[in-house]
């Protein structure tokens, strides 16, 4: 019977070879879902703030894509750091090299005197893309000189915080930078500073406590996740799922932690108004 | 001293027959008076504090808690303090200050509790508190790691002006079968973990990260005696400094890591 022939002709089948076809024409980052609300996003449509239009949740950026929007002028500061590498850990410096590469930085954080606004500030931003922005030796001092530097020349700072917390490879080092940098922001608190503390998605571990959490004013992107311990771990120790959103922005907003969430097309304005009355001085 | 591993310091840190901190509170001092809670809801367990006689002269003292019974082992989540813990250390190191009380810090713990209500009530913005105002409380602090120094949560107790460690104790970023379970994603790799990570006071004291090493044989009353000596040797040394001294030696001895 010719019926059998024409089964490998079937509807189904010719639909199987078109979709394969399309599948090459079709580039893998053409679309993003939001993690949060779930909307499906054209990616050429995602503006420079990569916030989603529906819920307003900000993927992933760089430090160098932040700065684009957030400032009007930026000089950057010692992006010659390297580490020393304490525990002389294994694939640490290839695994360094690879995140220099990928984020044009030295380190997982950038620093730099800016101007926003007609305001000038000591602005540090942490990019997640390097080594889930996690906190080691070079990034710590990058934060100490950076909160010495607007204590010396009477300006505020502002640090923008991405990180998955201290860094493992630097060991007991990383954990000592908690500890430096503090001691520095209690100066530049004594002085009379103001300190500005951007949440963005992840903020964790030993970032969060310390100069995460140390701020005058905290503010934080939506539905961003800021919190102590990992989701993991927590579930090891409870036994139990925790609820999804327990580390969210806005759970912490209504926990006491944070002073208001802000969009990130509102944080540039949101910061000058903060500045304005914070007494930073203009330029 | 002994010339042990990494892992076998890893589990003479974590052994049963330790001593606790209420033979320290109770042994070190003539008289302790305990003080309770956070004035802000809570009462930790797994942080004890309050004023205490040594040598006559009044200091505040400041213990983590593993417990001795099951239930006082759950209640103080096996050593791992809540926020409101460090929020009644930081209550009592600021009240030390305002009498001009030196400190002590005894500190045996995996690390700052890992649960919800921890994460509720703030546990970053606890250990971020200690940090940020105790490096400006100008008083001898003086901590002694006598288990598990385990991350931030040790930290918290361990930012004044000498941190000094029992000879079978850890400090470190993590414990090993975490470190191992982030960066290989192999818990079972904990052995490699500790010998890497630098984690016993031999490795710590080569570092700068600790003042020194205190012996610690297996009898309690010597260990307490070896504590009694370091201490006040360290304490008189400290009070010869002006507040402005004190507090610049403190910001020193951080800067340079």
């Keep these: 019977m010719k019926l059998y022939v024409q089964k490998k002709n079937t509807l189904s089948e010719r639909h199987v070879k078109a979709d394969r076809k399309a599948d090459a024409k079709v580039p893998d980052d053409l679309l993003r879902k939001c993690p949060q609300c779930g909307l499906t996003i054209v990616s050429r449509q995602l503006d420079c703030y990569a916030q989603c239009p529906q819920c307003y949740y900000g993927f992933r950026i760089g430090a160098r894509q932040r700065l684009k929007w957030l400032v009007d002028e930026f000089e950057e500061m010692d992006n010659d750091l390297q580490t020393k590498d304490p525990l002389s850990f294994p694939g640490y410096q290839s695994k360094l090299k690879a995140a220099q590469e990928k984020t044009a930085l030295n380190d997982a954080v950038l620093t730099g005197v800016a101007e926003i606004g007609s305001y000038r500030v000591a602005l540090g931003i942490m990019d997640p893309g390097f080594i889930m922005g996690s906190l080691g030796t070079v990034a710590?001092?990058?934060?100490?000189?950076?909160?010495?530097y607007a204590t010396k020349h009477q300006l505020p700072v502002i640090i923008v915080t991405a990180s998955g917390g201290a860094r493992m490879q630097e060991g007991i080092h990383s954990l000592m930078q908690m500890a430096k940098i503090s001691n520095a922001v209690a100066i530049h608190d004594q002085a009379g500073l103001l300190y500005t503390v951007v949440l963005t998605g992840p903020t964790t571990g030993g970032v969060t406590a310390s100069f995460a959490m140390q701020g005058d004013v905290t503010l934080a992107e939506p539905h961003a996740l800021v919190g102590f311990a990992g989701r993991r771990v927590i579930e090891q120790t409870m036994h139990q799922k925790i609820p999804d959103d327990l580390q969210a922005a806005e759970n912490l907003l209504k926990h006491g932690f944070v002073d208001a969430i802000v969009k990130r097309s509102d944080e540039k304005a949101v910061l000058k108004r903060l500045l304005k009355m914070g007494g930073a001085m203009r330029v | 001293m002994s010339e042990k591993t990494a892992v076998e310091i890893v589990k003479a840190a974590r052994s049963e027959e330790k001593i606790t901190s209420a033979e320290i509170l109770t042994q070190l001092f003539s008289d302790f008076i305990?003080?309770?809670?956070?004035?802000?809801?809570?009462?930790?367990?797994?942080?004890?504090?309050?004023?205490?006689?040594?040598?006559?002269?009044?200091?505040?003292?400041?213990?983590?808690?593993?417990?001795?019974?099951?239930?006082?082992?759950?209640?103080?989540?096996?050593?791992?303090?809540?926020?409101?813990?460090?929020?009644?250390?930081?209550?009592?190191?600021?009240?030390?200050?305002?009498?001009?009380?030196?400190?002590?810090?005894?500190?045996?713990?995996?690390?700052?509790?890992?649960?919800?209500?921890?994460?509720?009530?703030?546990?970053?913005?606890a250990i971020a508190q200690n940090l940020l105002e105790i490096s400006q409380l100008a008083i001898p602090i003086i901590t002694v790691v006598f288990g598990e120094g385990g991350s931030g949560g040790a930290l918290a107790l361990a930012c004044g002006d000498e941190v000094w460690m029992l000879e079978n104790s850890t400090y470190s970023i993590l414990s090993p079968e975490g470190f191992a379970s982030i960066l290989w994603k192999d818990s079972s790799r904990a052995a490699e973990a500790a010998e890497i990570m630098q984690l016993t006071p031999q490795a710590l004291k080569k570092q700068g990260i600790i003042e020194g090493i205190i012996a610690e044989p297996a009898d309690h009353q010597a260990v307490i005696a070896n504590l009694d000596e370091v201490l006040t040797r360290e304490l008189a040394a400290l009070q010869q400094l002006t507040p402005t001294e004190l507090l610049q030696r403190r910001q020193q001895r951080f800067r340079k890591f």
Aim: net charge neutral; glycine share 14%.
């Design chain 1, 140 to 148: 710590g001092e990058k934060i100490t000189r950076l909160f010495e």
């Design chain 2, 34 to 125: 305990e003080l309770h809670g956070d004035r802000n809801g809570t009462d930790d367990p797994a942080i004890k504090g309050g004023i205490a006689d040594f040598h006559g002269q009044p200091v505040t003292v400041i213990a983590t808690d593993r417990g001795q019974t099951i239930e006082e082992r759950m209640a103080c989540h096996f050593g791992c303090p809540e926020p409101g813990g460090y929020r009644k250390s930081l209550r009592l190191i600021k009240q030390a200050e305002k009498f001009k009380r030196p400190v002590f810090c005894f500190v045996n713990t995996p690390g700052a509790y890992p649960g919800q209500s921890a994460e509720e009530n703030g546990q970053g913005a």
